[in-house]
T-cell receptor, first 116, second 113 residues
Framework: EAQVTQNPRYLITVTGKKLTVTCSQN?????MSWYRQDPGLGLRQIYY???????DKGDVPEGYKVSRKEKRNFPLILESPSPNQTSLYFC???????????????FGPGTRLTVL | QKEVEQNSGPLSVPEGAIASLNCTYS??????FFWYRQYSGKSPELIMS????GDKEDGRFTAQLNKASQYVSLLIRDSQPSDSATYLC?????????????FGSGTRLSIRP
């Protein structure tokens, strides 16, 4: 089954404790992206990757890191989480950067993070 | 001005009626337009995409695009209770090396029996 998976699905942590949220897709997609979703603010892009070893900042990258060592995996790293990073996080992938259908994104199930 | 604007709702529509969801965008260079449905606590699911002016129909869903007015809409015919969800409009932001997608904050739709 074609899918995007994320782990963990739920996480409660404390300020300053490093954490990683994993994302994996099995559709051989080139483009992967991380979003956070907050009430009233919609989905905001954190980082994206156009292919292996190619990553770039989205609209809200502060406090986050990513890496893309393999095509299928795109982990999100919070080196020193803070309470304002409490949010619902989604990983997404699409076939490749470009126009039209290549932009159609498929989302993972989401990770609800609480930072105390 | 937000890049992608939607009325947050809630929009309440009786079962069997037509639900009309609207979205405006600010960048005239945008070329790709998407509607996602999101149930509470779940991930967004792509239901329609449209790339040229006019209407595109898929089952009970019709997407309408008017680039001159920078307006995209989604019509849901014969609304069902299962259509109750938040609908996200998404538009590509042109001019970057990777075509980035910008989401509106969504319209909450409620279908009443």
């Amino acid at each position: 089954e074609a899918q995007v998976t994320q782990n963990p699905r739920y996480l409660i942590t404390v300020t300053g404790k490093k954490l990683t949220v994993t994302c994996s897709q099995n559709m051989n997609h080139e483009y992967m992206s991380w979003y956070r979703q907050d009430p009233g603010l919609g989905l905001r892009q954190i980082y994206y990757s156009m292919n292996v070893e190619v990553t770039d900042k989205g609209d809200v990258p502060e406090g986050y890191k990513v890496s893309r060592k393999e095509k299928r995996n795109f982990p999100l790293i919070l080196e020193s989480p803070s309470p304002n990073q409490t949010s619902l996080y989604f990983c997404a992938s699409s076939p490749r950067p470009g126009q039209g259908p290549y932009n159609e994104q498929f989302f993972g199930p989401g990770t609800r993070l609480t930072v105390l | 001005q937000k890049e992608v604007e939607q009325n947050s709702g809630p929009l309440s529509v009786p079962e069997g009626a037509i639900a009309s969801l609207n979205c405006t965008y600010s960048d005239r260079g945008s070329q790709s337009f998407f509607w996602y449905r999101q149930y509470s606590g779940k991930s967004p699911e792509l239901i329609m995409s449209i790339y040229s002016n006019g209407d595109k129909e898929d089952g009970r869903f019709t997407a309408q695009l008017n680039k001159a007015s920078q307006y995209v809409s989604l019509l849901i015919r014969d609304s069902q209770p299962s259509d109750s969800a938040t609908y996200l409009c998404a538009v590509n932001r042109p001019g970057s090396s990777a075509s980035k997608i910008i989401f509106g904050s969504g319209t909450r739709l409620s279908i009443r029996p």
